[in-house]
């Protein structure tokens, strides 16, 4: 970790990577949060860190009364699931089997569900109405939207343990919920701040809600029902594959899933002052806390430990982080290359076409560097290695 402040940032700012390691255009956007006049303490970017919309991914902010929509981003809510299983080795038919199943009942993509889900699958604590009026908007929609995976970098994962068991872990959000919500209150906040004269230059992107007014209220319960809805996706994504499991492997024992989110913000005490913390992809753990940190697919995922590092604010990676753009990684990245690197590691994907590229392997850092880099934040539980993966 290393430390700097720049002359137009009021405080200072920590990162968990070497020095030059981080695209400049990431490092613009740390320090003009760090230059934000209710920013705390510091602003920290964790390892897997890279440029964002308005603010980088891997990003920590602890702002004074205030709420910044941009750091916490379009995918509230955004997470990690993982479950161990009783088995302790799988035969590739009966994975094909699986995954097969597993790709009838769970969409991807900008698929939903042709009909809706039952509510009980559904958050089950909804605030008044005047407080969400998005999420009322959109209910009926986020019901189809419940238990799909969603597109990008989210995915589903069979993997199997440094501890001898065989993992399951899916990566997915709030889906179209959240990046409505999202957009909401971002337009929003920009609108006020142009009212109030605010002193933070639209070009940042990160306009702010004050906690205390209607707008901010409304914003923190929107958020605070996506950052739900998302944990409930996931919890139902993991039911419709534990379904394909006994479907295929009957026996199969099912141990308690970890399920936490990398998209939020929410008041925590942090040197004696109550603040908002901000995390736009990264993990929350305290001491003691046990969080997921996935690589790419084709390198190894990570159940942790948290150390409840005060410097990073109780923060780690949310993954391996890119290392090259969407379109940058379609260009230069060779397809039979990134196919033979999953045929070798005998990992059962998806890689067809150049239009895959921007998920490869290759478009993503090193994950043991990462590890390497936040070995004060997290301690090692499990490795966990792919052995089929479905890309949204």
Same mark, same amino acid.
């Given at each position: ?31 003009? #949060? ?37 750091? /916490? ?108 919500? #999202? ?16 002193? @933070? ?25 996506? @950052? ?54 990264? /993990? ?19 159940? /942790? ?14 993954? #391996? ?41 290759? #478009? ?29």
């Amino acid at each position: 970790m290393y430390t700097y402040k720049p002359d137009k940032c009021i405080v200072p700012i920590k990162i968990w990577s070497e020095q030059g390691s981080i695209e400049s255009e990431a490092l613009e956007q740390i320090e003009n #949060a760090a230059s934000l006049p209710f920013a705390f303490s510091h602003v920290a970017l964790m390892p897997d860190g890279h440029t964002g919309y308005g603010a980088p991914i891997g990003g920590v902010l602890a702002t004074k009364n205030v709420i910044v929509p941009n750091f /916490v981003g379009l995918d509230i809510g955004c997470g990690m699931i993982a479950l161990k299983t009783s088995l302790k080795s799988i035969i590739t038919d009966d994975i094909k089997k699986i995954m097969g199943l597993i790709r009838d009942a769970v969409p991807v993509g900008f698929n939903h569900n042709k009909e809706a889900q039952d509510v009980k699958h559904m958050p089950q604590t909804i605030p008044d109405k005047s407080l969400i009026p998005i999420v009322y908007k959109e209910y009926d929609s986020a019901k189809r939207q419940i238990g799909t995976l969603g597109g990008g970098n989210h995915f589903l994962e069979l993997q199997k343990g440094s501890d001898g068991y065989i993992w399951i872990m899916v990566h997915s959000g709030s889906r179209n919920l959240g990046k409505k919500v #999202a957009e909401y209150y971002n337009s929003l906040a920009k609108d006020m701040n142009l009212i109030w004269h605010s002193s @933070v230059p639209q070009e940042y992107d990160l306009a702010f809600l004050p906690i205390s007014s209607d707008y901010g209220k409304q914003y923190f319960a929107e958020m605070r029902y996506c @950052v739900e809805f998302a944990r409930c996706n996931r919890e139902l994504i993991i039911k419709r594959i534990i379904e394909a499991f006994k479907t295929v492997l009957p026996s199969t024992v099912f141990d308690t899933s970890i399920n936490i989110a990398h998209n939020y913000a929410q008041l925590e005490n942090h040197f004696g002052h109550n603040v908002v913390i901000h995390r736009k992809g990264a /993990v929350h753990v305290r001491e003691g806390t046990v969080g997921v940190i996935p690589g790419s697919q084709g390198s190894k995922s990570y159940i /942790v430990k948290g150390f409840g590092n005060k410097d990073s604010f109780e923060s780690c990676s949310h993954g #391996a982080g890119r290392k090259m753009s969407r379109t940058k990684a379609r260009k230069s990245l060779n397809l039979q290359e990134e196919i033979k690197k999953m045929d070798d590691m005998g990992i059962i994907h998806g890689i067809r076409h150049e239009s895959d590229l921007d998920e490869a392997a290759g #478009a993503y850092k090193d994950i043991d560097m990462v590890m390497k880099e936040q070995s004060d934040l997290v301690e090692t539980l499990v490795e966990l290695s792919p052995l089929a993966v479905i890309k949204g």
